[in-house]
């Protein structure tokens, strides 16, 4: 089956349809745009190149973080936008607020094969792949379910007040669940979320990087 990945912004503008708080962002097309937007939105903020199809940013060094003013904002949109690859010219430059937070989650949606439609919940960021501490519940999800999940996590103690920090809204972590549940019975066409991470700031949460997979 043909499937096709939303552009970064796409796919959490459909997310955040669905409850998924996400972090505040918007598209430029140049160094003189990104460095409007970013004006506006705050510094310091992060910039990306966006476009669909396009994963694995970090990995391709495609993301800028932490720009602290107009000039580093242009300097890093000019160095994006001049390593666009072939069948690429069309992707911009995503500008959002920067989001910090000592713990990150990862959530996201799959269709099974053989299980059917299941959502997901893990530790996320950059050790998501190396600790692999991930749950799944089959969709429908109740509150319930999404409750249990969490205090299925292997490192579940990390949702509790946590060196300083204050515990995790369990019912955002919860909303995000049902969101993804929801997603999956209403957009029969969503082959697969991505949602890491999902930041951890103070109590509340926001997903700063997304993608969503359809069918082509």
Do not use: W
Request: hydrophobic share 50%; aromatic share 4%.
């Amino acid at each position: 089956m043909p499937t096709r990945t939303l552009s970064e912004f796409e796919s959490k503008r459909l997310l955040g349809t669905y409850g998924v708080p996400t972090v505040e962002e918007a598209l430029a097309v140049d160094e003189d745009a990104a460095a409007g937007v970013a004006a506006k939105i705050g510094f310091p903020v992060a910039v990306k190149l966006c476009a669909e199809g396009l994963a694995h940013k970090t990995e391709r060094n495609l993301v800028r973080l932490g720009l602290a003013d107009e000039p580093e904002v242009r300097a890093a949109a000019a160095d994006l936008l001049a390593l666009r690859g072939p069948g690429e010219r069309d992707a911009v430059l995503l500008v959002q607020r920067m989001a910090r937070g000592r713990r990150e989650l990862i959530a996201g949606l799959v269709r099974d094969g053989q299980f059917g439609r299941c959502v997901m919940l893990g530790i996320g960021g950059i050790f998501a792949e190396v600790l692999g501490d991930v749950v799944f519940r089959l969709v429908p999800l109740s509150r319930r379910d999404a409750l249990e999940m969490m205090d299925d996590l292997g490192a579940s103690r990390v949702l509790a007040p946590f060196r300083g920090e204050p515990a995790v809204d369990r019912g955002a972590v919860a909303a995000v669940l049902l969101g993804l549940a929801r997603l999956s019975e209403e957009r029969r066409d969503v082959v697969s979320v991505d949602v890491n991470p999902l930041i951890v700031t103070g109590s509340s949460l926001v997903a700063v990087d997304a993608l969503v997979e359809v069918e082509a």
